[in-house]
């Protein structure tokens, strides 16, 4: 009997632990196939998902509390590298948005430390709860440097998509005016030309690029 309600406790923390996963999968596959509603509100989406991940982080929390409370030192070494696991683990998932990594990795780390400095009876206890503070912060720091990087990258993509549709637009622009014109660089090479230039002139934007735009007035065609 005393074996049955040991792991009674486990077996249910781990039932929970994938009934959440679970409803993770289901979220997002709803997620991609519920377009019309995401375009509606999209806000919907991203508040189930926080609110789930924030019930995943408080469930791991009950369970680092649980398990390491009145443990002994190597049970809740134990414990603690899972937690840390866990946490680490999850950066590249959640970094993208730090509310969500705070609110999965913050709780389970900072049980790990409540155990050890509420239940401790030993400078080991205290030293293990002040090593899962440090390693807090060393992965919330990681996590902010890459949700950083992926910031300035999504911002990058987006400024160079915008400014090629610029220049898209901009060459519509150049090549539909009635108006001939020639590009050069500062030494008169020929970078491009447009419709009406080619018209007046004869010559085609391939036969024109990379010539010397001098030519045109020491001879005309004779010299391409």
């Not at 987006?158 to 009635?178: H, P, T, W």
């Not at 108006?179 to 080619?198: H, K, P, R």
Request: charged content about 15%; aromatic content about 12%; hydrophobic content about 55%.
């Amino acid at each position: 009997m005393h074996l049955v309600r040991w792991w009674f406790l486990p077996l249910t923390w781990w039932l929970v632990i994938m009934l959440i996963s679970v409803l993770r999968v289901e979220m997002a596959r709803r997620f991609s196939q519920d377009e019309a509603r995401l375009a509606a509100d999209p806000k919907l989406w991203q508040r189930r998902y926080v609110l789930l991940i924030a019930v995943l982080g408080a469930w791991w929390a009950i369970g680092a509390i649980v398990f390491s409370w009145n443990a002994s030192h190597e049970e809740r070494f134990l414990a603690g590298l899972v937690v840390a696991a866990m946490a680490a683990g999850s950066i590249s998932t959640f970094a993208p948005l730090l509310e969500l990594y705070y609110l999965y990795a913050a709780p389970m780390v900072l049980s790990v430390a409540a155990v050890s400095f509420v239940g401790g009876t030993d400078i080991f206890d205290w030293l293990f709860g002040l090593v899962a503070l440090v390693y807090l912060y060393g992965i919330s720091r990681s996590a902010g440097y890459l949700n950083e990087t992926l910031s300035n990258s999504i911002a990058l993509a987006i400024s160079e998509r915008a400014m090629a549709d610029e220049l898209r637009f901009a060459n519509l622009v150049y090549q539909a005016i009635g108006d001939a014109v020639l590009i050069t660089d500062a030494a008169g090479g020929v970078l491009a030309c447009n419709a009406a230039f080619e018209k007046m002139s004869g010559y085609g934007s391939a036969e024109m690029v990379g010539r010397n735009s001098r030519e045109l007035g020491a001879g005309g065609h004779d010299h391409f």
